[in-house]
Structure formats: structure tokens, C-alpha cells
């Protein structure tokens, strides 16, 4: 099969379109012929080994999966004996673990389910990581109807979703982003829009039940300074300081800490990859509460081109690699 594969952690220039077996299934792993994948900054993370704590899991001197690729869509072509969810001719979504900028991917059952149906396979793969991480931002921030939510990053993969979900949820939105965005947040539903460009987070003093905090730019004080008394920041993005060991996910991993101290609860929000949370999205999504944003949609061979424009932080939406039709079946 064709994917996009490296031998060892660096920049996109390592990447390259390859030939590669098709990955074995296990007892529990769902064999998928990929329609499309998702780019997110997890993908630059991976191919990078940067920060280096994530090195830990994925291959300490070099990446132990040569194909990059972690959010999916497509169809199920085979199933492991204990797979009972799914069954092959199944159009699903989730995040593989063998690479889903590939023709194939595996997947375990538990991170696929069922692709809403009103969705195309390039939407579906915009959706798992970025969608569910929004999600989990909502839920770990205790959203209620009626409280205002500020939320960072409001155009971006993450954002995008949260400013939706937000609204779902019956609270209303101010996002913020840069000046070319801001008619886009607004279409997605948000209330009042600040351009970073122009002002800062706090501008005109409004105080938020809570802040979802994607661009992880803005410096602790200052969402505190944004929020009430009692208010919740949930922070999810580690923020463009590509530091060498935790890249600025120390943030979130200090939250438990830092919400010690002061009336405000800080989360940190880690997303958990789990087939619930997709099917929670489902009637959202099937309903038109929620809707994927597309901002690129690239060929496999051009992946390396992908993540280079994500990297530079600024989609408006989600970025995403086609793979479709492209696949020749896999040997027995
Ligand atoms: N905790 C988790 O489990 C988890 C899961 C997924 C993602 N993440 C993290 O969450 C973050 C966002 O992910 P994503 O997929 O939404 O990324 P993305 O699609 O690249 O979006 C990044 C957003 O950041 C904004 N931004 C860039 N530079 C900025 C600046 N200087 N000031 C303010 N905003 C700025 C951009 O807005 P403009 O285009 O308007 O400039 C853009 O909307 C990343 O750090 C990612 O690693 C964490």
C-alpha cells in the first residue's frame, strides 16, 4: 500500500510517499481502507519526536510506526476475531494506530464508530481528534446554559468545534482570533468576536464564567484576569513555545496544582480517544448543530505540504489529506 512514512523524527522534508505492507490486525483492531485523514498538531508532534517527552510512547531513537497519521475515516475491510462493534463494508471514523496517511490503517474497535451519515469521508476525518477534544473541553469545563464562554483559537481545528459545541450547550460565545477569522467565528455562531490583532482578551472588561483556552498564547494571568471570581479556565493548546521536553504542555499538567490556589478552577484538558464520545457527537452533527470546517483538503502525496501549512498555526478550520480511491486490496 502507499502511505506517508519517515525513518526517523525532523521536518516534513523527511516525509515520503512509500510502499509499505499492509499493517496486521490484532484479536481486538479493525483493519480500515482510508478514505481521508485528519492533519492536526498531534501529526507534527509525532513526526517531529518534539516535545520529547512523547518519545516515551511512540520510539525512543526513532518513530516505532514508519506512516504518520492519527484521525481517520473509511471503510472497515477487515476485523479482528474479537472485533464486535463492526463489521467490514462499515464506513467509520476515529484515530488508527498505524497511520492513517496511508491506504490502510489499523485501528483498536474501541477508537471507530459509525461516520454520521450526512458527513464526507474528508469531513469525518477532520473530526475525531479536534471534535472530541472540544468536547471534553466543554464537559471538563462544566458548560451550562445562560454563562458566557470566551473561548482562544475560536477559528482553529479545535476551536472551530468548541465554539459550536458551546453554543449546542446553550451558553453563548465571544471567540477570539486573528482579523481574517472573524467573520468565520461569527458564522459559527459566536456572539462577539475579538481580534487579537486589535485588542486584548480582556478588552471592554466583560468578565466569563469560563475561558476555553486553544491558542495557549496568553500568559495565566491574564485569562485569570478575563474570568470571574469563581470562574473555570480550561486549557487545552500547549501554545506555539515549541519547548524541547513538554512543549508547553506544562500548563496543563500544573492545573491541578495552580487551582490550589484562588477561588478560579483550572482544567487541563487531555483528550481521550474513545468511540462515546464520536457517537455523542453523532446527532450533533447529523442534526447540523455541529459542522466540520474544511479549510484545505490536500492528496496523499502532498501530506508533507499539509502539515507544513498547519504548522505555521493559522488554518481556518481543519486541514485534511485525501486518500480516496486510491487503494489496491490488501494481500491475505
Ligand atoms: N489537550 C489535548 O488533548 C489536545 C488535543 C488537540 C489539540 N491540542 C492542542 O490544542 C492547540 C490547538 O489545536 P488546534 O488543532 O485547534 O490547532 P490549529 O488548528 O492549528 O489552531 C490554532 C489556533 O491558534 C490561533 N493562534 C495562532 N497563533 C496565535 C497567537 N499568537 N495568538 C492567538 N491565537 C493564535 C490561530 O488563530 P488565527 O488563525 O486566528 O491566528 C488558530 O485558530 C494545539 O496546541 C494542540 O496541540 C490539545
Known sequence: MKAIARDAYGPADLLELRDLDTPPIGDD??????????VDPGVWILMTGRPMAVRLAVGLRRPRVAALGRAVAGVVAAVGAGVTRLRPGDEVYGTCESGSFAEYATARQHRLTSKPANLTFEQAAATPISAVTALQSVRDAGVQPGQRVLITGAAGGVGSFAVQLVKAYG????????????????ALGAEDVIDYTRHEIDHGGTRYDIVIDTAGSRPMSLLRRAVTPHGTIALVGGGHARGRLLGGFQRQMAAPLVSLFGS?????????????????????????TVTPVLDRVYALADAPEAIRYLAQGHPAGKV???????????AE
Do not use: H, M, N
Open 171 to 186: 451558553a453563548s460565545v465571544t471567540g477570539v482570533c486573528s482579523t481574517a477569522k472573524v467573520e468565520l467565528v461569527r
Open 320 to 330: 485534511v489529506v485525501t486518500v480516496q480511491g486510491a487503494a489496491t486490496a490488501p
Open 29 to 38: 483492531e479493525v483493519l480500515v481502507e482510508v478514505r481521508a485523514a485528519g
Open 264 to 288: 478560579q478552577r483550572v482544567c487541563g484538558v487531555t483528550g481521550r480517544e474513545r468511540y462515546e464520545d464520536l457517537d455523542e457527537l453523532t446527532p450533533l452533527i447529523e442534526s447540523g
